[in-house]
């Protein structure tokens, strides 16, 4: 899958933002409970780095009715396997959020599925592109199934010949069993997020590339995912330029 990188995304998905809740409805004479920063960092940065959760490094950001109250990080935002340059981490490091961008193509789908009126069983096979050839058993492939990871698709690997490759074989596991962990159920989005934003626009650029420039289409829908990503979720929370490589 895409692999953003930008800081906002380190505090809002990979160490998250903390709120303080509304105060519960108390019995009477009972104490409400106040939140307490201080301790809230010494209870993160034990949790952090002990056992086998150790992390490497991470970054955190508190806010409390609004407004913020701390912020703290440690370790390293990066790390060479091979020894060399370090990175430390802090509130601004970029890094590649690896399969956080799962969770954040889940939210463009499940807009676009209410923009189409669709419902989490719906097939997907008609937000596929066409000369992908795509097997019975892929079309009737619901997009729930895709978001759990329960397809029937086994394949981590995400490259456009790899996708091809898969729909034109079909399912990998027709049992669809639900422990199947699988790059290929999020990266079908890539060619599908295009579609299910303007499907007309998709298949009318389609028939007008193919079949002699199958990778120039290829470009235009990696292009389209970034830019629907873009404009419908991240320019909306105020980060204005997500970087992405397709």
């Not at 490497?56 to 806010?63: E, K, P, Q």
């Not at 490259?159 to 596991?173: F, P």
């Not at 079908?188 to 990778?215: D, G, H, Q, T, V």
Request: proline letters at 4%; a positive charge.
């Amino acid at each position: 899958m895409k692999q953003f990188l930008f800081a906002a995304i380190l505090m809002i998905f990979f160490s998250g933002i903390f709120t303080s809740c509304q105060k519960e409805k108390l019995a009477p004479n009972v104490s409400a409970k106040e939140f307490n920063a201080v301790k809230f960092r010494q209870l993160i940065a034990t949790s952090l780095s002990s056992g086998s959760s150790e992390a490497r490094g991470y970054s955190i950001v508190v806010n409390k009715g609004g407004n913020w109250i701390d912020t703290f990080s440690f370790g390293w935002a990066y790390r060479s396997p091979a020894g060399g340059s370090y990175a430390s981490m802090h509130v601004n490091q970029e890094i590649n959020i690896a399969s956080v961008s799962k969770t954040i193509t889940a939210v463009g789908a499940l807009q676009l599925l209410k923009k189409n009126n669709l419902k989490i069983d719906s097939t997907i096979g008609r937000w596929l592109p066409a000369y992908w050839n795509a097997t019975t058993t892929i079309k009737n492939i619901t997009f729930g199934e895709l978001l759990t990871h329960s397809s029937g698709i086994s394949q981590s690997a995400t490259t456009y010949d790899s996708l091809k490759a898969t729909v034109a074989r079909g399912l990998d596991n027709p049992a669809k069993p639900f422990d199947v962990y699988a790059n290929s159920n999020f990266a079908l989005f890539r060619a599908m997020i295009p579609y299910l934003a303007n499907r007309s626009a998709a298949i009318a650029k389609e028939n007008s590339m193919l079949p002699s420039n199958a990778a120039g289409f290829e470009t235009w829908l990696s292009q389209e995912y970034v830019k629907y990503m873009q404009v419908n979720i991240f320019t909306p929370i105020g980060i204005a330029n997500a970087t992405c490589t397709p």
